[in-house]
């Protein structure tokens, strides 16, 4: 496979699991949706670390990590708050910490990370795609 072709699998994937987001948003399960939308920013720096570096990308979740690693020059502000948009993939995954997390899964809570996660994905594409 084909650089270009890595690239569009990852964007793909990241697209797809854009929409379940939204779904898993509308249907209110709120922590599920923010789970999936980490997904959708680490498939998203995936692609970018595959386009700069023209190799598979490491296996981890970390999306600050990822960010340093695809090379994509983000601001402190943006790199805060991917860290806190890790706690989405932990937080999910844990059972003590789980319910933690759906306690402040509110609607509004995950409408303004989605939100924010939106403009991040944006940025993103447009760095993949320029």
Known sequence: MEVKEKV??????????????????????????????HLVLEKLFKALFVKHKKTFPPRIHDLVRLATLAGGDFDEETLDFLDGVNTFNISTRYPDEKFKFYQICTKEFAATNLERIKEVQECLLKKIYT
């Open 8 to 37: 569009e699998y990852w964007v793909s994937s990241a697209g797809h699991d854009w929409d379940v987001a939204e779904s898993l948003y509308k249907s209110g399960k709120y922590d599920w949706s923010l789970f999936i939308a």
